[in-house]
């Protein structure tokens, strides 16, 4: 077997090169002042515009914008979910924490451009009255954010808070807890954070991408938002693209490319590789024969995956699926913030009765055929029973694997690797 | 009478079972000890012939795990 050996941590977006294709191009948004510094945002986007919070709500529900950090839920509710009683009370959190570590692009966003993060944030607490405003973003990019704020009058109210680096730091309720107690735990989602977030005052956690698109809608408006990507995948969307032998690359793109588009345009040869990950640990595999699928929630939904935050990873020819979605889910156990039972007992489990599917041709001889059908019932048993959703991404990802690869998996359970024969 | 729904909180939850004896009929143990709805996650519905029981596993359950709303 050719092992396309995956270390989580190693392949972290802080040890590694981000290469963004540089020639700008019709979808080329979020990137346009071409560098980090403050006049140049202003030269290129001119000063923030003025909007009462009805307009802005509006005009973010016409844009169609989904959030930018993985669950995809509309930009327009958050805002429209606070009380309007509670407004000036409200705190609102940029989460640039990006804990998934197959994810490059917030880190990349608020080194390239960072003022219009900022400016969304602004945006949206001068059109609700909000209080407090805070950056969460991890190591790397608190030096990027830092000297942004440091650039700018109008974000010295805008306090900076460092993310740990684990894969649950970015959950809305753990970026809260963080700010508020040092310790990014996710709690228990019966109270929304809408009502009563950081210190009991209602609370928006958006992704930077999110409010940084937030910024775009607000200066030019719904219609010049979908001018681009589709009608259920509207705007640009950044996109973190790896494959094994490539470099990294973030790139941005019109919503709903396909899958194969979306390499090409990363400089990924899609030949050279027998499937992707889309969306990152919590996602699911799409084989190569599917490349043609648009990255859109409704013609994804079929493989376990969505657009979520943006992450494309490339499977090499060669290297056993098996093995390597045994060790996400490994990786994924061992991130468990090991607070709720049914995650902290069932991915462990999960985990290495999938290594063990993953082990078989070395362990000389077939297995027991209910092996994969173990795997399933625990990904099934972990299922929607945490406070957050580790538990549930991390069966997703285990169950897109089990249906992705079932041949794989046959052959696994007949004691050999498809892969490794080839 | 209106839906209930009963909410658990797993962060507080360390499978004492008390729950899953009053409302064997809605809860069964996973092989952890942790209650279980079959098809439901955190938050499940309560028949009206089982929230009599509901409400003595919200109030007794040693670790205040469950909510009935």
């Known amino acids: 077997?050719?092992?396309?050996?995956?270390?989580?941590?190693?392949?972290?977006?802080?040890?590694?090169?981000?290469?963004?294709?540089?020639?700008?191009?019709?979808?080329?948004?979020?990137?346009?002042?071409?560098?980090?510094?403050?006049?140049?945002?202003?030269?290129?986007?001119?000063?923030?515009?003025?909007?009462?919070?009805?307009?802005?709500?509006?005009?973010l529900r016409a844009s169609g914008l989904a959030g930018r950090g993985g669950s995809g839920f509309p930009a327009w509710r958050k805002l429209a979910a606070l009380d309007p009683a509670a407004r000036g009370r409200s705190v609102i959190i940029a989460n640039g924490a990006e804990g998934e570590p197959?994810?490059?692009?917030?880190?990349?966003?608020?080194?390239?451009?960072?003022?219009?993060?900022?400016?969304?944030?602004?945006?949206?607490?001068?059109?609700l009255g909000s209080g407090d405003l805070y950056l969460y973003c991890s190591g790397t990019a608190l030096d990027a954010a830092r000297r942004a704020l440091d650039e700018r009058e109008d974000a010295r109210r805008i306090q900076l808070r460092e993310a740990p680096e684990t894969f649950i730091s970015g959950e809305a309720s753990a970026v809260v807890r963080s700010i508020e107690k040092g310790v990014a735990l996710p709690r228990d989602h019966r109270?929304?954070?809408?009502?009563?977030?950081?210190?009991?005052?209602?609370?928006?956690?958006?992704?930077?991408?999110?409010?940084?698109?937030?910024?775009?809608?607000?200066?030019?408006?719904?219609?010049?938002?979908?001018?681009?990507?589709?009608?259920?995948?509207?705007?640009?969307?950044?996109?973190?693209?790896?494959?094994?032998?490539?470099?990294?690359?973030?790139?941005?793109?019109?919503?709903?490319?396909?899958?194969?588009?979306?390499?090409?345009?990363?400089?990924?040869?899609?030949?050279?590789?027998?499937?992707?990950?889309?969306?990152?640990?919590?996602?699911?595999?799409?084989?190569?024969?599917?490349?043609?699928?648009?990255?859109?929630?409704?013609?994804?939904?079929?493989?376990?995956?969505?657009?979520?935050a943006g992450i494309v990873m490339g499977l090499a020819k060669g290297s056993c699926p098996i093995q390597v979605s045994a060790q996400i889910a490994s990786y994924l156990a061992g991130q468990s913030a090991r607070q709720c039972g049914p995650c902290v007992n069932g991915l462990p489990k999960m985990a290495e009765t999938l290594s063990r599917l993953a082990g078989s041709h070395s362990a000389g001889g077939p297995l027991p055929a209910t092996l994969a059908q173990e795997v399933r019932r625990l990904a099934h048993i972990v299922t929607g029973r945490g406070s957050c959703h580790h538990p549930d991404g991390t069966a997703q990802l285990v169950l897109s694997t089990l249906s992705t690869f079932a041949s794989d998996v046959d052959a696994h359970l007949a004691g050999h690797c498809e892969e490794a024969r080839a | 009478m209106t839906e209930k729904s009963l909410h658990i909180d797993w962060i507080a939850c360390d499978g004492r079972g008390l729950c899953t004896e009053l409302l064997s009929e809605l809860l069964e143990r996973d092989e952890w000890g942790y209650p279980r709805a079959l098809g439901y996650g955190s938050d499940v519905p309560v028949p009206r012939q089982l929230q009599d029981a509901a409400r003595d596993a919200v109030a007794l359950c040693p670790r205040l795990a469950l909510t009935l709303s």
């Open chain 1, 1 to 59: 077997m050719n092992a396309q050996t995956i270390n989580p941590q190693s392949l972290n977006s802080q040890s590694l090169p981000v290469t963004t294709t540089r020639q700008t191009t019709s979808s080329d948004r979020l990137f346009l002042a071409g560098g980090p510094g403050f006049a140049q945002h202003r030269q290129v986007f001119g000063p923030l515009p003025s909007l009462s919070s009805a307009q802005l709500i509006d005009e």
């Open chain 1, 102 to 127: 197959m994810s490059a692009k917030d880190a990349t966003l608020l080194a390239r451009a960072p003022h219009l993060v900022i400016d969304g944030l602004l945006l949206a607490a001068a059109s």
């Open chain 1, 191 to 308: 109270k929304r954070l809408t009502e009563a977030g950081l210190g009991g005052r209602p609370t928006l956690v958006h992704n930077v991408e999110t409010l940084a698109q937030v910024a775009l809608v607000a200066r030019y408006g719904a219609h010049w938002f979908r001018s681009q990507g589709v009608d259920d995948e509207s705007g640009t969307r950044l996109l973190t693209v790896r494959a094994p032998g490539n470099e990294l690359r973030v790139i941005e793109v019109p919503g709903g490319i396909t899958i194969d588009d979306a390499l090409r345009r990363a400089r990924v040869d899609p030949a050279s590789l027998s499937a992707v990950l889309v969306g990152g640990y919590h996602g699911g595999w799409v084989p190569a024969q599917a490349f043609g699928t648009p990255l859109t929630r409704d013609r994804l939904a079929p493989f376990g995956a969505s657009p979520g």
